[in-house]
């Protein structure tokens, strides 16, 4: 399993206005300067995002995003789910995938499943606020 940049960026966006926000909404240029995101990459990103219920935007002079949630109720495994589509580490474990002939007489696939699932207990016990600085620090 390989996470996308739209993983990773959307992953960037989501701190950035966990750090930036204040309640208020974060206009997309100043996330794109600080993230170093072009502001096309980020209008891919960002629809996403706002779909999935993540963000929220608004249009206009005050406008921008913010999270919908607060970072400790914004878990990375539903941010990545959302961008990369599944976290299954291989073929015959991804959603939808068709049921694999050899799955009941396969010595792999046990190893394959545990792997999946350790792979969601990982990103699914993160949240976004275990991304974000401490007050002060560099």
């Known amino acids: 399993m390989l996470i996308s940049t739209r993983g990773r960026y959307a992953l960037r966006v989501l701190v950035d206005l966990a750090e930036h926000s204040d309640g208020g909404y974060v206009p997309m240029k100043e996330i794109a300067?600080?993230?170093?995101?072009?502001?096309?990459?980020?209008?891919?990103?960002?629809?996403?995002l706002t779909k999935g219920g993540i963000i929220e935007g608004l249009q206009g002079k005050?406008?921008?995003?913010?999270?919908?949630?607060?970072p400790e109720e914004c878990r990375i495994?539903?941010?990545?789910?959302?961008?990369?589509?599944?976290?299954?580490?291989v073929a015959c474990l991804a959603?939808?995938?068709?049921?694999?002939?050899?799955?009941?007489?396969?010595?792999t696939y046990p190893m394959w499943v545990e792997f999946h699932a350790?792979?969601?207990?990982?990103?699914?016990?993160?949240?976004?606020?275990?991304?974000?600085?401490?007050?002060?620090?560099?």
């Open 33 to 48: 300067a600080r993230q170093e995101i072009s502001l096309k990459y980020l209008e891919r990103i960002l629809p996403v």
């Open 95 to 107: 959603c939808g995938a068709k049921p694999c002939k050899r799955k009941k007489g396969c010595r």
């Open 118 to 138: 350790a792979i969601d207990e990982f990103f699914d016990s993160r949240t976004i606020a275990s991304l974000v600085r401490p007050e002060g620090s560099a």
């Open 77 to 89: 495994g539903d941010v990545l789910r959302l961008t990369e589509g599944d976290l299954a580490p």
């Open 62 to 70: 005050t406008g921008g995003y913010r999270l919908v949630k607060p």
